[in-house]
């Protein structure tokens, strides 16, 4: 089966779904094609006790602020899973699932994406996948050789599964300080860091990171001084859980080790750590595979953008993926404006190849 539209979105977490709100407005004809078999994006695989940055009015897709949760100041994963499912269904945006986007394509004036349940032909493509879908593992000598249990924070959901366990946290940044401060009461905790964690001041969320995010790129853009953004405030926002467990004394780290051996842990001056787990929170790389088709190359697995657009392929456009497709565009809060300005632009660019 084929089928035309204007735009594919590909994804239907939050980023897709920023896009076809906007796409709508533009009177775009578009279709978000979404691999997973439900609604809520990435936010459905979240550890259960993951926390929001930031209260739910400073947490919303363009259109439709978030409600609060009864009795959560910072709202819980569960929430927001419900707020993306009730946000798709409110503007009856055209999501297929599941539909797994094989490969994209040039096709003459056309991209054509190939997928699992026919082909569609675009005039523009909306890359949404964002880096969940792509744990990155440091390459760390002797990970193979370690006898015990190994993932990374995407396979982590609860506490409970490592009670009275030796636990290696690996990782400086919330993810890591948000899953140790989960581990610090039930098990015998390391927490490693290449740097001693950074704690933002208790009084800054997601709000304040929002603003810095977009400081910064407002001044890379006006060839201005760089404000250094988030990084200059610090690492880790000191959400309840983890400002509980550091001003318990929990959450002291250990430098970064050297190699694993079959029972732990290994520094670089020969002292060992037992460990039955090790829990890498190392970050993600941009979820791309689906591109590979057309031959672009990028650095670290970035492809050279103008704000959202391709400068190599300029029908693609990419959204969400970090500061790299637009100030804090990998959250909630900073999706719209990039959404917004990506929607904008393709339609300006389809107007001028039909002449209208």
Not at 118 to 141: D, K, M, N, Q, Y
Not at 204 to 215: H, N, S, W, Y
Not at 253 to 279: K, Y
Request: hydrophobic share 40%; aromatic share 8%; glycine share 12%.
């Amino acid at each position: 089966m084929t089928q035309h539209v204007d735009v594919v979105v590909i994804g239907g977490g939050q980023s897709g779904l920023a896009a076809g709100y906007h796409l709508r407005r533009q009177g775009l004809d578009f279709v978000v094609l979404d691999a997973r078999i439900s609604a809520g994006g990435a936010w459905q695989h979240a550890w259960d006790s993951l926390h929001l940055f930031s209260p739910a009015a400073f947490s919303s897709l363009p259109g439709r602020l978030m409600p609060a949760q009864p009795g959560q100041e910072y709202p819980t994963a569960g929430h927001v899973v419900a707020y993306l499912e009730d946000y798709e269904n409110r503007y009856e945006l055209p999501v297929r699932r599941p539909v797994h986007v094989l490969g994209v394509h040039e096709d003459g004036r056309l991209l054509r994406v190939d997928t699992d349940s026919g082909t569609w032909h675009a005039r523009a493509v909306i890359s949404a996948t964002g880096t969940w879908w792509r744990p990155f593992l440091p390459a760390v000598p002797g990970r193979e050789d370690f006898a015990g249990r190994q993932l990374h924070t995407v396979s982590y959901r609860t506490p409970q599964d490592f009670v009275g366990r030796r636990v290696i946290v690996v990782g400086g940044g919330n993810s890591g300080a948000q899953i140790a401060a989960d581990l610090a009461y039930d098990t015998e905790l390391t927490w490693v860091t290449r740097r001693p964690p950074r704690f933002l001041a208790d009084d800054i969320d997601g709000r304040a990171l929002f603003d810095a995010a977009t400081a910064r790129r407002r001044a890379l853009d006006e060839g201005r001084t760089d404000t250094g953004g988030v990084a200059a405030l610090g690492d880790i926002v000191a959400v309840p859980a983890v400002r509980e467990a550091r001003d318990a004394g929990l959450l002291k780290t250990s430098p970064m080790f050297a190699r694993l051996d079959r029972d732990g842990v290994v520094w670089a001056d020969g002292t060992r750590a037992r460990a039955d787990a090790v829990i890498w929170c190392t970050g993600f790389r941009p979820a791309l595979s689906h591109l590979s088709p057309l031959g672009l190359r990028g650095s670290r697995g970035h492809l050279a953008t103008q704000g959202t657009r391709c400068l190599q392929e300029p029908r693609l456009h990419l959204l969400g993926y970090g500061d790299w497709t637009g100030p804090a565009s990998a959250t909630l809060i900073g999706v719209g404006r990039s959404a917004r300005d990506a929607a904008r632009e393709i339609a300006g660019l389809l107007d001028a190849r039909t002449g209208s």
